[in-house]
């Protein structure tokens, strides 16, 4: 489609003080990252520190910022361009005008096993090898990939969508427009032994697993169920693959959860929370509303809102910073305190009337 026929397209999403068409009003057959973008592909820049890219792509038309330097720099190109304020929000929707996921048409293939009293509403897709227990509910329009192990009593909203091998526990309740990932556990197990004088003795994990709507999870992460009451995962929530989440966390809405993260249990996390890459968060711990950890914290006590924290154990990002700086220098620190000792030493073994 043409340039300005796509920005039609998406609407109010592209709505812009300034838009360039370029020399031809190019042709745009798809879409591409700045660094490997050809003829008839549309990019983006996403600020001043890419603005090296505008003069080395190769693409027929860019996002940019509202920044009049790379709009110069696109228009001496003779590149179409449109400036918004977020350029990759933008790409983020284009993405979606030339591609879509697969989806199956809905139907129940014979190879799946479906309890008798299971509810499944109209329009479902249900895959080879599932297996579905009693008490279960499936919401219209779901997609149940193949192998999707469900236990009983379970409850699955409209239009999610379960990859091919993950699995629910029992009673778990995942709302509609969720997504669950290849291999996920949603509702397993809380890790709960108690000790005594005989060993380990095992707590029942009676709880149960919420999602709400507009959920994600990744591929390999694990939702733990506590020993009473819920672990609840607010909604339009964002979990990364291999994240492991405690029996009775309670994660606001809005956040997102990079890879390898843990949280141990009873963790409270705000809204908007931002959890960074292997960020481990100890049990109980409260995190504020809007704070980022950024990746490899180790957080063993409550943060505030709205703020940054790094390090381990966990401390202001600013201080933390600081610190990271001096800790390069510590071997030059460290000579030069060895020089100081050895002269105050010196001195200190000097008599009293020997000159300096």
């Known amino acids: 489609m043409k340039f300005n026929e796509l920005v039609e ?5 592209a709505a812009c003080n300034s838009l360039s068409l370029g020399s031809v009003n190019p042709e745009i057959t798809g879409v591409a990252a700045v660094e490997e973008a050809t003829a008839g592909s549309l990019s983006y820049i996403e600020g001043a520190k890419f603005k090296d890219w505008v003069s080395l792509t190769g693409a027929a038309a860019l996002i940019l910022p509202k920044d009049e330097q790379l709009q110069g720099q696109a228009t001496a190109r003779g590149i179409a361009w449109i400036a918004v304020v977020e350029p990759r929000l933008l790409f983020a929707r284009t993405l979606a005008l030339f591609y879509q996921p697969w989806r199956p048409k809905p139907g129940i293939h014979p190879a799946a096993t479906i309890d008798p009293s299971a509810e499944i509403e109209a329009d479902v897709y249900i895959g080879a090898g599932v297996t579905i227990g009693p008490g279960v509910k499936i919401g219209l329009g779901a997609c149940l990939h193949p192998n999707v192990v469900i236990y009983p009593d379970v409850e699955i909203g409209a239009n ?8 629910v526990h029992e009673r778990s309740r995942i709302g509609p427009d969720c997504t669950i990932h290849s291999g996920a556990v949603i509702g397993g197990e809380g890790f709960g032994f108690v000790p005594s004088g005989g060993g380990w003795v095992k707590m029942e994990q009676s709880g149960y697993v919420v999602l709400e709507s507009g959920v994600d999870v990744g ?4 939702i733990d169920r506590p020993a009473v009451g819920e672990t609840r995962i607010g909604k339009n929530t964002k979990i ?3 994240v492991q989440i405690g029996h009775g966390c309670h994660i606001g809405e809005n956040c997102a959860i990079a890879a390898q993260a843990g949280l141990a249990g009873g963790v409270k996390v705000g809204n908007n929370v931002i959890l960074a890459g ?4 100890s049990n109980r711990v409260q995190i504020g509303d809007g704070a980022i950890a950024s990746a490899k914290t180790g957080i063993h006590s409550d943060v505030p809102p709205h703020t940054i ?14 610190t990271a700086a001096i800790y390069n220098r510590l071997p030059e620190i460290y000579q030069s305190l060895k020089q100081l000792q050895r002269r105050l030493g010196n001195e200190s073994n000097r008599p009293p009337d020997a000159s300096p």
Do not use: E
């Open 278 to 281: 292997q960020v481990g968060i």
């Open 309 to 322: 924290v790094s390090g381990y154990p966990a401390i202001p990002n600013k201080l933390w910073l600081k």
């Open 160 to 167: 999610t969508v379960l990859h091919a091998n993950c699995t």
């Open 9 to 13: 397209k998406l609407g109010d999403a």
């Open 219 to 222: 591929s390999n992460t694990t």
């Open 240 to 242: 990364d693959n291999l």
